[in-house]
Each structure stands twice: as structure tokens, then as C-alpha cells.
Nanobody
Framework: QVQVVESGGGSVQAGESLRLSCAAS????????MGWFRQGPGKERGGVAA???????RYADSVKGRFTISKDSTTNTLYLQMNKLKPEDTATYYC??????????????????????WGQGTQVTVSS
């Protein structure tokens, strides 16, 4: 049974940091993308950061220089270190896992589809 479970959300003040974790198990892709998406109040869900099994990374412009995605391959745990948080980072953060096609150079947001695996989300609230 595939499980994707996020943790680490919470309420912080602007400028503070949080680290999200995502434990993924029960699946196997020869090549995979793991990523973080978020959905803020009244907004559509959008990509935040992604990492491929080859180590390639991608970030949304709004988080570049503040957020860092990483992965522990031994435990298949994904992390998102979020520094200098802003009120506009307030959202439910979702972890996703999907197949990384060999004809792609990096994990674009379009790679993550409903056919892949998604967690239930963890709430991050940043107050000013």
C-alpha cells in the first residue's frame, strides 16, 4: 500500500523557519520526481519545489533563495527547509511522487499528475 505522509507544518511569525517532511513508501519507480505543492486561501494549487532521482531540482520563483528541497534516498524521505517565511507562504503544503520520464531533464510541475501519489497535506500559517 502506497503511503505519502507529510509532517512539520505549524504556525510561525514572519521571518521564522520551518522544515516539512514527507515519508513515501510502498511504491517503486525506476526514476522518480518528488515535489512540494501548496494551495493558499482562494488560490489554485501550485508547485513549490521538486527534486528528481538524479538530484536535479526546480523551485518556484517566489521561494528561490528561501526554500531548499532535499531527499534522504535511504529512507525515501523528502524535506522542504523553509526560511524567511512570509505571510504569503501561508498554505496547505502537499507532497507528491510521480514517475520521472527519461526524456525530461528536470521535474517540471506537469510531471505530477493525479495518477501519481499525493499526501493529505500539512498546514503552514505565517503571521505578520
Amino acid at each position: 500500500q502506497v503511503q505519502v505522509v507529510e509532517s512539520g507544518g505549524g504556525s510561525v511569525q514572519a521571518g521564522e523557519s520551518l522544515r516539512l517532511s514527507c515519508a513515501a513508501s510502498g511504491h517503486y519507480y525506476s526514476r522518480e520526481c518528488m515535489g512540494w505543492f501548496r494551495q493558499g486561501p482562494g488560490k489554485e494549487r501550485g508547485g513549490v519545489a521538486a527534486i528528481g532521482s538524479d538530484g536535479s531540482t526546480r523551485y518556484a520563483d517566489s521561494v528561490k533563495g528561501r526554500f531548499t528541497i532535499s531527499k534522504d534516498s535511504t529512507t525515501n524521505t523528502l524535506y522542504l527547509q523553509m526560511n524567511k517565511l512570509k505571510p504569503e507562504d501561508t498554505a496547505t503544503y502537499y507532497c507528491a511522487v510521480d514517475y520521472f520520464p527519461p526524456n525530461r531533464d528536470f521535474c517540471g510541475w506537469d510531471i505530477f499528475t493525479p495518477i501519481g501519489y499525493w499526501g493529505q497535506g500539512t498546514q503552514v500559517t505565517v503571521s505578520s
